[in-house]
């Protein structure tokens, strides 16, 4: 997740912004970037391929001013470089640019711009903002105007701040989507901008939230808010906690809320590095599993714990799908009490966010005496998974405080299909000329999952209608039966009401015998190979009284006709529908819960880290 400082005001720019580059760190990055401004109408920028103490011995002192931007950036376009760290630039080198997201359409806006003339330094979608808004201002339209119009010619999520040497005391930021967040941090004749409150509250308590389709034109003494329509809005300024946890909340009233609305810029985390949209290639620089093994692997089995075990059985479905394995899933504490056929040419992936849980531990250590390649997935560095595995594929969600999982669940799916993407790839099982698609609908996916968080209202009516109903059935087929298991567990776990997860086909042998107006059934119904049989299903439970929420295609026009409430994801690719029919699932166990009175982010008999049997 890139990191995001801006500062305008009557200090000495730099110190801050290279202390709040210092903050912002633990998101992890490859390299960073310094721009300050000065009075006479110039900037000065300095960027480094490496860590924000390197940055800092190169300044030396050398930067002064009262207004600049700085970042930290992990790579998607293009590898770790001076040249591809940010802040980037124009054609004449008036502005300057840090931005967090990723362009899906930047090739075509960067052939657009070389036939204009423009040349680019660099290989990265985040110069193209800086040449896409220069050329309006070539054509004598303002700064503030310029931003505007270049704006909504940026598709994706985005999260963007410049600046200009003609208004140095000027910072313009916008959002567009939900490539993380843009915090505004009103002083006493000084403002700033960061992705990250740690980076703001040491120096002011006064802080605005930017929302998805918003602008702020950013002057030391006052702050304009407009919507991309350059309609002026009206704002509110939120006093945030001294007590750090209860300020890293920011606006949300809960961080498991805070965590679900965190996944497309952490999805963005997990991409960054991996994939290259240039080349269309995947890149796993922490996998030393060597070619040759992977051509051999005749076997995979992979095992987890709660959400992670779920991710493990839609892993499964891809290897066997992507690279043409054979797979298997287990959950962990009962893959130990197996005698698993395993050979040299199997391989072991494990899966656990804290890289600590007991179960799935010692099943790793069995495989560790059986002397088979191991991967583990983790969201923490050196976890005791780590030390045990060959590789470890960091899933990169950040700091998740709510003990269910939300944004390590996606984040853990994102790189098991990385993963078998790249197998698929080494071992020829996967088209050549489809992976320019795959690898372009990942590009699409955090835009698409953030189009899922604008709206709560549908959540809150049926957290309203079906809060006290005792029992909820969850069903789905093919890659949506584990999303179907992990939205019964997330309703279970932070709401206490009892809830199954079942494979749509298996109601009939049983399920279908508790059935009635009060048990709510939410079914997992994109437009996918299953929907036909899905359909069926939904006409078998209704026959019996049973009300159905479903979880739908937006496309799909007629599925009101055979569901009492219907929540729409966007269309997209089968491969990659779970990542998106997770998120109305999540959000329902959350304003259940809420509306419950529930302990949301500690629910009772929980614990983050399950590191005993």
Same mark, same amino acid.
């Given at each position: 997740?890139?990191?995001?400082?801006?500062?305008?005001?009557?200090?000495?720019?730099?110190?801050?912004?290279?202390?709040?580059?210092?903050?912002?760190?633990?998101?992890?990055?490859?390299?960073?970037?310094?721009?300050?401004?000065?009075?006479?109408?110039?900037?000065?920028?300095?960027?480094?391929? +490496?860590? =924000?103490?390197?940055?800092?011995?190169?300044?030396?002192?050398?930067?002064?001013?009262?207004?600049?931007?700085?970042?930290?950036?992990?790579?998607?376009?293009?590898?770790?470089?001076?040249?591809?760290?940010?802040?980037?630039?124009?054609?004449?080198?008036?502005?300057? =640019?840090? %931005?967090? !997201?990723?362009?899906?359409?930047?090739?075509?806006?960067?052939?657009?711009?070389?036939?204009?003339?423009?040349?680019?330094? $660099?290989?990265?979608?985040?110069?193209?903002?800086?040449?896409?808004?220069?050329?309006?201002?070539?054509?004598?339209?303002?700064?503030?105007? *310029?931003?505007?119009?270049?704006?909504?010619?940026?598709?994706?999520?985005?999260?963007?701040?410049?600046?200009?040497?003609?208004?140095?005391?000027?910072?313009?930021?916008?959002?567009? !989507?939900?490539?993380? !967040?843009?915090?505004? +941090?009103?002083?006493?004749?000084? =403002?700033?901008?960061?992705?990250?409150?740690?980076?703001?509250?040491?120096?002011?308590?006064?802080?605005?939230?930017?929302?998805?389709?918003?602008?702020?034109?950013?002057? #030391?003494?006052?702050?304009?808010?407009?919507?991309?329509?350059?309609?002026?809005?009206?704002?509110?300024?939120?006093?945030?906690? *001294?007590? @750090? &946890?209860?300020?890293?909340?920011?606006?949300?009233?809960?961080?498991?809320?805070?965590?679900?609305?965190?996944?497309?810029?952490?999805?963005?985390?997990?991409?960054? +590095?991996?994939?290259? &949209?240039?080349?269309?290639?995947?890149?796993?620089?922490?996998?030393?599993? @060597?070619?040759?093994?992977?051509?051999?692997?005749?076997?995979?089995?992979?095992?987890?714990?709660?959400? $992670?075990?779920?991710?493990?059985?839609?892993?499964?479905?891809?290897?066997?799908?992507?690279?043409?394995?054979?797979?298997?899933?287990?959950?962990?504490?009962?893959?130990?009490?197996?005698?698993?056929?395993?050979?040299?040419?199997?391989?072991?992936?494990?899966?656990?966010?804290?890289?600590?849980?007991?179960?799935?531990?010692?099943?790793?250590?069995?495989?560790?005496? *059986?002397?088979?390649?191991?991967?583990?997935?983790?969201?923490?560095?050196?976890?005791? $998974?780590?030390?045990?595995?060959?590789?470890?594929?960091?899933?990169?969600? +950040?700091?998740?405080?709510?003990?269910?999982?939300?944004?390590?669940?996606?984040?853990?799916?994102?790189?098991?299909?990385?993963?078998?993407? %790249? /197998?698929?790839?080494?071992?020829?099982?996967?088209?050549?000329?489809?992976?320019?698609?795959?690898?372009?609908?990942?590009?699409?996916?955090?835009?698409?999952?953030?189009?899922?968080?604008?709206?709560?209202?549908?959540?809150?009516?049926?957290?309203?209608?079906?809060?006290?109903?005792?029992?909820?059935?969850?069903?789905?087929?093919?890659?949506?039966? @584990?999303?179907?298991?992990?939205?019964?567990?997330?309703?279970?776990? /932070?709401?206490?009401?009892?809830?199954?997860?079942?494979?749509?086909?298996?109601?009939? %042998? !049983?399920?279908?015998?508790?059935?009635?107006?009060?048990?709510?059934?939410?079914?997992?119904?994109?437009?996918?190979?299953?929907?036909?049989?899905?359909?069926?299903?939904?006409?078998?439970?209704?026959?019996?009284?049973?009300?159905?929420?479903?979880?739908?295609?937006?496309?799909?026009?007629?599925?009101?006709?055979?569901?009492?409430?219907?929540?729409?994801? #966007?269309?997209?690719?089968?491969?990659?529908? #779970?990542?998106?029919?997770?998120?109305?699932?999540?959000?329902?166990?959350?304003?259940?819960?809420?509306?419950?009175?529930?302990? =949301?982010?500690?629910?009772?008999?929980?614990?983050?880290?399950?590191?005993?049997?």
């Amino acid at each position: 997740m890139c990191g995001i400082i801006g500062y305008t005001g009557h200090r000495q720019a730099s110190p801050i912004l290279v202390d709040a580059l210092s903050d912002l760190e633990y998101r992890g990055y490859d390299s960073a970037g310094i721009s300050v401004f000065q009075d006479d109408h110039t900037h000065q920028t300095y960027r480094t391929a +490496g860590k =924000v103490e390197t940055l800092k011995s190169t300044l030396n002192g050398h930067l002064n001013g009262n207004s600049g931007i700085a970042h930290t950036r992990w790579a998607t376009h293009g590898d770790p470089s001076i040249e591809n760290a940010h802040p980037h630039t124009d054609e004449v080198g008036s502005l300057s =640019v840090v %931005h967090n !997201g990723i362009v899906e359409n930047h090739l075509d806006l960067r052939h657009e711009l070389i036939n204009k003339g423009h040349k680019f330094t $660099s290989n990265t979608d985040t110069e193209t903002i800086p040449h896409l808004i220069e050329d309006f201002i070539n054509n004598g339209d303002s700064f503030e105007n *310029s931003v505007l119009k270049a704006a909504p010619m940026i598709k994706g999520a985005n999260s963007v701040v410049l600046m200009n040497n003609d208004h140095p005391d000027t910072i313009i930021a916008f959002k567009k !989507g939900y490539a993380g !967040g843009l915090i505004v +941090g009103i002083g006493v004749k000084e =403002v700033f901008i960061a992705s990250d409150l740690s980076a703001i509250t040491p120096h002011c308590n006064k802080v605005v939230h930017l929302d998805d389709s918003e602008i702020a034109i950013i002057k #030391p003494d006052h702050v304009i808010f407009k919507n991309l329509e350059n309609v002026v809005i009206n704002k509110t300024i939120n006093t945030v906690s *001294s007590n @750090p &946890f209860a300020s890293a909340k920011g606006k949300y009233r809960h961080f498991m809320l805070k965590e679900i609305h965190e996944q497309p810029e952490s999805i963005i985390s997990s991409l960054r +590095g991996r994939i290259s &949209f240039e080349d269309h290639s995947i890149r796993l620089k922490d996998l030393t599993l @060597p070619d040759k093994k992977i051509e051999k692997i005749e076997k995979i089995f992979l095992t987890g714990m709660g959400t $992670s075990m779920h991710a493990a059985m839609l892993g499964r479905l891809w290897f066997e799908k992507l690279a043409g394995i054979p797979a298997e899933w287990d959950n962990s504490s009962e893959f130990r009490y197996r005698d698993p056929i395993i050979s040299e040419k199997t391989l072991f992936i494990s899966i656990s966010q804290s890289g600590e849980t007991a179960d799935t531990l010692a099943a790793m250590q069995l495989m560790k005496e *059986s002397t088979i390649d191991q991967i583990t997935l983790c969201n923490h560095p050196n976890a005791q $998974s780590s030390r045990l595995a060959n590789d470890t594929l960091q899933i990169r969600a +950040g700091l998740e405080i709510g003990v269910a999982a939300s944004k390590t669940f996606t984040c853990s799916l994102v790189t098991l299909y990385l993963l078998a993407i %790249h /197998i698929g790839i080494v071992r020829g099982h996967i088209d050549q000329n489809t992976i320019p698609d795959l690898i372009n609908e990942l590009a699409k996916l955090p835009e698409l999952m953030g189009s899922l968080l604008k709206s709560k209202t549908i959540y809150e009516e049926l957290a309203e209608k079906y809060h006290n109903n005792p029992d909820f059935l969850f069903l789905g087929r093919g890659l949506n039966f @584990p999303i179907a298991l992990e939205g019964a567990l997330k309703l279970k776990e /932070i709401s206490y009401l009892h809830a199954e997860g079942y494979p749509a086909g298996e109601m009939k %042998h !049983g399920p279908i015998s508790l059935i009635d107006n009060q048990m709510p059934i939410v079914t997992i119904i994109p437009q996918d190979s299953t929907y036909n049989k899905m359909l069926n299903n939904l006409s078998e439970a209704q026959a019996r009284g049973g009300v159905i929420i479903a979880i739908a295609s937006e496309s799909d026009n007629s599925i009101k006709n055979s569901a009492d409430h219907v929540i729409k994801i #966007p269309d997209c690719s089968e491969l990659l529908s #779970p990542l998106l029919t997770i998120i109305p699932l999540q959000l329902l166990s959350y304003y259940i819960a809420v509306r419950r009175g529930c302990d =949301v982010d500690q629910p009772r008999n929980l614990a983050k880290s399950v590191t005993v049997e």
